[in-house]
């Protein structure tokens, strides 16, 4: 099995791929943990799902640089496996237009290669992470760029925390334009707010790439943003997972 492990500021997401398809878990980033626990609690999420075969490849994108050896070394001690490493120095199918290169999102060149592979160029992809981002692929293999803003729930905890009587609410509930209640109005002006931002860059966006240019959303918001967004075309739930899995698969098919 390979597993794959995406690194994200507020949550980690660990799968293994075994027999066509992921089997995922979400779990609370922690820079404090070790590679130890790392595996106590690989173990115990591998046992509950009963996959017992053994894990004989590690893909990791971070962008928590103080995970980077725990995982490493989670690799290499527990399970045997050097583990590779999402950069840019990978071959990714794509050439990066970015400055400096070393600046673009371990995940955002994970999503960039799946939504590639999968669905070809241009492409544009949507993540709502803890930021939501927007990358985009040209039709001449380019990485162009993107834009990052600041994600739902990032924006909720900004506000409950800053203000004296807005309170902390769950992005979960109703949400019309205008609300009828603070919780209502909390959750029309985060949630439809950023639907309205992100048509507009994606609007932008097939401006400089072309109207055919693919949208594909992935991110644990995916699944309440996407019925928004008009301009959406398809969610990937394992976008990232799925890039660790072609990036990894090609680099041992070039060093074999």
Known sequence: MLLGIDVGNTHTVLGVYESGRWRAWRVHT???????????????????????APITGVAICSVVPALEEPLRQLARRWLGCEPLFVSHALALGF?????????VGADRLANAVAAVHHFGMPVIVVDFGTATTLDAVSREGVYVGGAILPGVELMLESLAGRTARLPRIAIEG???????????SLRSGVLLGS???IEHLLRLFREELGSDA????????APRFAPNCPSIQQVEPM????????????HHREVA
């Open 174 to 184: 109703a949400c019309q334009p205008i609300g009828k209640s603070t919780p209502e």
């Open 195 to 197: 639907v309205g931002a």
């Open 30 to 52: 922690n820079p404090a943990r070790t590679e130890d626990e790392h595996y106590t609690m690989l173990r115990a999420l591998l046992e509950a799902e009963g996959l017992t």
């Open 239 to 250: 976008l990232t997972l799925d890039g660790l899995r072609i990036l990894w698969q090609r």
């Open 95 to 103: 050439r990066v237009d970015y400055e400096p290169p070393t600046a």
């Open 214 to 221: 693919r949208v594909i959303a992935t991110g644990g918001l």
